[in-house]
Structure formats: structure tokens, C-alpha cells
């Protein structure tokens, strides 16, 4: 974590920010923030995954957790003792059941940076907003105004000179 926010104080919106005079906890809160949680979260849910399979292995150990309280691990164990006595469902749903949910975690981890983008929460970021500008430019007589009022909001789309796919048109339907 200390990495990725290293490198986001030095990227180029945070020194504008700065030199605009935004405070550091307002530029740390609105924008360092969410860019550095997508790999905190990646690594929050690495952490929680291999603490689950911690507690797994110590409780098929049986160092883990008590033998009355319910783990993966303690019922793996367990199931071990009638594995070869025909149940040998125990053990093997139990397991699959295990690397099911490591799986989801690591996949949790996986998709959740994407989803904390701001197109996919909803909002649609323009890439450049101008807002009243003006352009003068001095002469003799004063100052001529080339520019005013321009509202400009550049967002990102595709790109114009790509063909759209067009749907197949059912000719049946198109000649009656």
C-alpha cells in the first residue's frame, strides 16, 4: 500500500491539485484513495484466503481451533478416519467444498478493483471540463476577445472511425 501511494503522490493530477491549493487530506481522500484501494483490496482478499487455509490445515493438524468448534478442517480430519469404511463423501466434499471457497475469495479479489472504477459504479468521468473560458488578447484599442463563455466536456467513447456492427436483418420479415 505504501508503494501504490507513493506513486500516486507524485502523478500529475495530485500536483495540480496542489498547486491550485487543495488540501492533502481533501487530495488524499477524493482521489489518492480510491486509486490505491484496488490493490489493497487485492491483497486484503489474498490475506483473507490463505488465513482461511491456515486455519484448515491447523485444525486437520489439530492444533487449530477446539474440537467443538465447527471448521473445515476439524470435519476433514474427521472424515479422513472413515475414509476408507466406504464414506468416503466425507472427506472429498468436504475438500472440494474447501478449494470452492478459496477459489471465490481469490475471484472476489480478483473483481472487485474492477468494479470500484467509476464507470462501473455509474458515473461516467469526463476526461476534460471547461467551464466559462475566455480568451483575450491584447491590441492597440485594448483587449479583443476571441473566446467567450465556452463550455466544453470531453468524455470518453469510441472511436467515430470504427464501423458499428449492424444487426443481421431477417429478409423475411423485410419483404412483407
Known amino acids: 500500500m505504501r508503494g501504490s501511494t507513493l506513486v500516486e503522490k507524485n502523478k500529475e493530477y495530485v500536483q495540480a ?5 487543495i488540501g ?3 487530495i488524499l ?10 490493490p489493497v483490496l ?11 487455509i491456515t486455519e484448515a490445515t491447523l485444525s486437520f493438524l489439530g492444533v487449530g481451533v477446539p474440537p467443538t468448534t465447527p471448521s473445515l478442517g476439524t470435519l476433514i480430519r474427521i472424515g479422513n478416519d472413515y475414509l476408507f469404511s ?17 477459489l471465490a475469495i481469490n ?9 470500484s472504477t467509476p464507470a462501473a459504479l455509474g458515473t461516467v468521468m469526463s476526461l476534460l471540463d471547461i467551464k466559462d473560458m475566455r480568451v483575450e488578447f491584447p491590441s492597440r484599442r485594448g483587449h479583443v476577445v476571441a473566446i467567450a463563455n465556452l463550455t466544453l466536456s470531453l468524455r470518453a467513447g469510441r472511436d467515430p472511425r470504427r464501423r458499428r456492427r449492424r444487426a443481421p436483418v431477417n429478409r423475411r420479415s423485410a419483404m412483407r
Not at 17 to 21: E, F, N, P, S
Not at 42 to 52: R, S
Request: charged share 10%.
Open 107 to 115: 475471484l472476489l479479489g480478483d473483481r472487485l478493483p474492477m468494479r
Open 42 to 52: 487485492v491483497i486484503a482478499t489474498i490475506h483473507l484466503a490463505l488465513a482461511v
Open 24 to 26: 492533502p487530506a481533501v
Open 17 to 21: 491539485a496542489r498547486v491550485i491549493g
Open 86 to 102: 466406504g464414506e468416503w463423501w466425507i472427506t472429498i466434499f468436504l475438500g472440494i467444498a474447501l478449494v470452492v471457497m478459496i
Open 29 to 38: 481522500g477524493g482521489t489518492s484513495c480510491s486509486n490505491v484501494m484496488g
